[in-house]
């Protein structure tokens, strides 16, 4: 760190006495004395991600013999990918699970966050450590509880069997895809109350007198004022559930069974058993570009809506 | 805040709530039960009541380890991400610059980006670069993820006040460092203690990019990991997860509870 | 926080304390960390060997005699499979010794990481039993590079209980058996389940890599998939499983059955008509090993009595160690499925046989997309 305050000392201006053509430089010149505060975390965001993915990109041009890479550049890797249906089923798998996953996210956590924004009037911070808590816990154990819960002898199949309500445990539950979705809704809730809570508790209380005063009754007022003015909130929660999950593959791996795993394993193996890495950097392509279209779609359409209705 | 006639209690949404909180907690709280288990079999029924996990745990030297090693890279992770989130956060607040917004999603890009992405694109960096794998690779992969999460919670604390206070420490001709340092820094601080722990919140459970970039020595998590395959070591790792589970109860109680002390009035927010 | 009421702490001078109260949290972080940045255990961690190793043997056992000599256990990390391991290495992760199996070494020589063995250095070389390194690829120039450890089976481990024989034979039949659809487990590594799926197919090991044989044991590995419940190396999944009755048979190595046997579940680690699948596994030395000395030392405890006694006794893996067998009783050895002269064992055994990297790389990519449906 000595080396930033160093450059933080010589490099802004002391003050509008202290001469050098470098610090009136520097005063006349506003962007560069921002850019050069933002120099440190900007050259080591080029080294951690431009660097890396130009890198990702080369290498899934190149081929695997063996232990050695072919350098020649080729598409092969990319053909691939769109002519095997493995792929394409996988990445759709993939799309379909975190987008199930976010949407039953947000569907379950929007109205606890509701909750909290208006009906909560006293320790709302409490509330909402409350929920962040369960979070402090480890990913993986938190996946691994829900082994137990979904499990063939688990929680919920010998409560069901205990109460007489089935003979046999219920299959479904572990080992595919539904299991998944459950365990990432589970684990990403709190990613998803507090931007939908803060978008909530940011809509002014007026604006629901007004409409009240007006005449609207709760659910209209809702539909018109509420839900619209946070659909921020919501947009940002979405995606911030849907991106991360897509890349999962300990989720999958653990509770997915064979029809429940994603891309995201078929990746990770071309770099570990597998041992062809080009066409796992091409799988990784793949993967970024699918979700960023996804996202944008996404983005583009939500702010429609929101245009629509407000 | 003045709550009025729009906000009657809702009796259909106070039972949502409670569900809700029971959802996120059950699968959470059998984490501690199971440790207090005498079976190596993670099922119902329960067995004997037994603290030997916990004894087990005290003598499992390599899973020590990864917890000091878990902690080193949170440590460093979290100290180096929130000074980066700082300065940035500093730049795009205070100066106008052309190509702000792009420089900022840039920034941000970590956020969009699946954690595998990062994982394999460098290790390949790293490999072709011939840099052996260490905690210090995992740690700047983790200082990668952060850095935005940093910026995030620091901008608003930038934005927030006011920077004529800066201006006026200069013209009283202090330095810039100690403007910052006696000026903009205490203001910050409770911005600089979330990012912290944000940061290292963030470090010390992630997985996905430590199990690529990390060498020899696992952090915690890869070694849970390479324990889950094992019915005899894995109640010692739950052991250890309620453990931390409890601390972090403490740490984040122990936090609200400070904010709060000697605070004429209560707001929401923060960390 | 509230920004204003924090602005007055700056104007009216309050804020060291305040600032210092806030920083008591710092403290209080610094504290849980101390202890662990200053452990001995960190500074120790450079000084000791370290033993690259499938999970589950990074145990301290192992280690009986290196123990003794340098007070603590080497350094240890664990793979969940060799071509993983291997890869590890070949992108920069530095060990001293680790743990192919005996089809994995001549690649692993190939990679030229790895150094053949003084066995000058290994006082209890003389115990070795000589069959298991004089298996194929082992030798070159008539060096060992691999210094054999443990050996055992990969076959199906089913529940006497619920597995209906109808007085057949047992045999890899039982895992593609459709009155079990959905309670069948397999191995996820093709390194194990390829194979035996090669064996059922009734292709020879010779003819593994040829074109008509790589298809016969791929088409009846999609054969079996629908009636698969899940696909894993965790054992702790499969033995779960298997004691819960949610799966009544599934391809397992030694140790799954006999720690459900002792566990009292009724499992039996059957001996297919077809012949089950047989590994010798064992300790390769890196050629620029870091504590070249202290590599030798830990090879040579695994290859102890006494870490051979920990091996067959509590997890039924053959060891390499002819007197390590002494230890037991026949009736042991016997409900172990073990026997006191192992070469006969051997003998029966399908052994693997080396292959080339590229076959790995197409089994791998091949049973990767027939466990996920293609």
């Known amino acids: ?310 | 805040m003045s709550m009025s006639y729009i906000n009657r209690p809702n009796r259909p949404l106070h039972v949502y709530a409670l569900l809700y909180l029971a959802f996120l907690y059950v699968p959470v709280l059998f984490l501690p039960l199971f440790s207090f288990n005498d079976s190596i079999f993670i099922a119902f029924p329960l067995k004997e009541f037994t603290f030997k996990w916990y004894e087990v745990m005290f003598n499992n030297e390599p899973m020590l380890a990864a917890l000091a090693n878990s902690v080193k890279v949170g440590v460093v992770t979290s100290i180096v991400a929130t000074f980066l989130g700082i300065f940035a956060a500093k730049a795009v607040t205070r100066y106008r610059m052309p190509g702000r917004g792009p420089v900022v999603a840039f920034i941000m890009l970590p956020l969009v980006i699946p954690g595998i992405i990062f994982g394999v694109s460098l290790l390949i960096l790293l490999s072709e670069l011939g840099v052996r794998l260490s905690l210090y690779t995992v740690t700047l992969g983790h200082i990668i993820v952060c850095v935005p999460f940093a910026m995030v919670t620091m901008i608003p604390r930038f934005e927030g006040f006011d920077a004529s206070i800066e201006e006026a420490s200069s013209d009283l001709g202090e330095n810039m460092w100690w403007t910052f340092w006696r000026v903009t820094f205490p203001v910050v601080f409770p911005g600089i203690i979330a990012s912290f722990l944000l940061c290292f919140t963030i470090s010390f459970d992630e997985f996905i990019i430590a199990f690529f970039l990390s060498g020899t020595e696992p952090t915690l998590p890869i070694y849970m990991w390479s324990q889950l395959r094992f019915p005899d070591k894995l109640p010692g790792v739950l052991a250890l997860g309620s453990i931390i589970l409890m601390v972090s109860f403490v740490v984040v109680f122990a936090a609200h509870w400070i904010r709060n002390r000697g605070m004429p009035y209560k707001r929401v927010g923060g960390v | 926080m509230d920004v204003v009421d924090q602005l007055h702490a700056v104007k009216s001078g309050k804020l060291s304390r305040r600032a210092f109260s806030k920083s008591l949290l710092g403290v209080g972080v610094g504290i849980v960390a101390m202890p662990y940045m200053s452990r001995p255990a960190g500074a120790a961690a450079a000084d000791q060997a370290t033993y690259f190793t499938w999970g589950g043997y990074d145990d301290p056992a192992l280690f009986g005699e290196y123990i003794k000599k340098y007070g603590e256990a080497p350094n240890l990390a664990t793979f969940g499979g060799s071509e993983e391991a291997l890869t590890k290495m070949r992108s920069g992760f530095m060990v001293d010794v680790s743990h192919p199996c005996n089809a994995d070494v001549p690649r692993w020589i190939a990679s030229g990481l790895f150094q053949p063995l003084d066995t000058d250095k290994l006082s209890n070389w003389g115990d070795v039993i000589p069959e298991l390194y004089q298996l194929d690829g082992i030798m070159v120039n008539g060096q060992p590079y691999m210094a054999p450890f443990d050996w055992g089976q990969t076959s199906v481990t089913y529940r006497t209980d619920l597995f209906d024989l109808e007085g057949k034979e047992e045999s890899w039949g039982m895992l593609w058996d459709e009155r079990y659809k959905g309670r069948l487990a397999v191995l996820a590594s093709a390194g194990d389940a390829w194979w035996c799926g090669a064996i059922y197919a009734g292709v020879d090991f010779k003819d593994i890599s040829s074109k008509v044989g790589f298809e016969k044991t791929a088409e009846l590995m999609r054969k079996q998939r629908p009636l698969i419940r899940t696909y894993t190396d965790d054992e702790t999944t499969l033995e779960q499983a298997l004691a819960s009755g949610e799966i009544v048979a599934a391809m397992t190595w030694n140790s799954s059955a006999v720690k459900l046997k002792t566990a009292g579940v009724k499992v039996k680690f059957a001996n297919p008509k077809e012949g089950a699948l047989t590994w010798v596994c064992g300790a390769m030395i890196r050629k620029d090993a870091p504590q070249m000395d202290k590599a030798y030392d830990i090879v040579n405890s695994m290859l102890s009595v006494e870490t051979g006694k920990w091996l067959i006794g509590e997890n039924g893996y053959g060891h390499s160690n002819v007197k390590s067998f002494a230890q037991f009783t026949d009736k042991q050895l016997d409900e172990l499925g073990l026997n006191r002269n192992p070469a006969e064992v051997l003998s029966t055994g399908k052994f693997m046989s080396p292959q080339s990297q590229e076959f790995e790389t197409s089994m791998n990519q091949e049973f990767e997309k027939i466990k996920a449906g293609f």
């Open chain 1, 1 to 310: 760190m000595t080396d930033n305050t160093a450059t933080l000392r010589s490099t802004l201006p002391r003050s509008t006495k202290s001469g050098g053509w470098l610090s009136s430089l520097l005063m006349r010149f506003e962007a560069l004395r921002g850019y050069l505060l933002l120099s440190p975390t900007l050259l080591i965001m080029i080294i951690g991600i431009c660097v890396p993915l130009f890198i990702l990109v080369g290498m899934s041009l190149w081929t695997q013999h063996g232990f050695e890479f072919d350098k020649s550049l080729t598409l092969a890797n990319y053909f691939n990918v769109a002519e095997q249906p493995i792929y394409k089923a996988l990445l759709a798998r993939s799309i379909l699970i975190s987008g199930g996953c976010a949407l039953a996210t947000v569907i379950l956590s929007y109205p606890m966050a509701y909750f909290v924004a208006f009906h909560v009037h006293r320790h709302k911070m409490v509330w909402i450590i409350l929920m962040t808590l369960p979070f402090w816990t480890s990913y993986l154990l938190r996946v691994f509880s829900w082994k137990i819960i979904l499990g063939y002898n688990g929680v919920i199949n010998s409560g069901l069997i205990g109460m007489g309500l089935i003979d046999q445990p219920l299959e479904f539950l572990l080992y595919s895809p539904l299991a998944v979705v459950i365990t990432l809704t589970h684990a990403w809730s709190a990613f998803a109350i507090l931007p939908i809570y803060v978008s909530l508790e940011k809509i002014d209380r007026s604006l629901l007198e007004a409409a009240t005063d007006l005449g609207d009754g709760p659910v209209r007022r809702f539909f018109r004022i509420t839900f619209p003015m946070s659909l921020p909130g919501v947009i940002a929660a979405a995606l911030i559930i849907f991106i991360p999950t897509v890349g999962d593959y300990i989720t999958p791996t653990l509770l997915g069974g064979p029809d429940g795993i994603m891309l995201a394993n078929l990746i990770s193996a071309q770099f570990g058993k597998v041992n062809d890495w080009p066409m796992g950097a091409a799988l990784a392509i793949a993967l970024m570009v699918t979700v960023a279209l996804f996202s944008v779609v996404f983005v583009i359409i939500s702010r429609k809506v929101t245009e629509r209705i407000t």
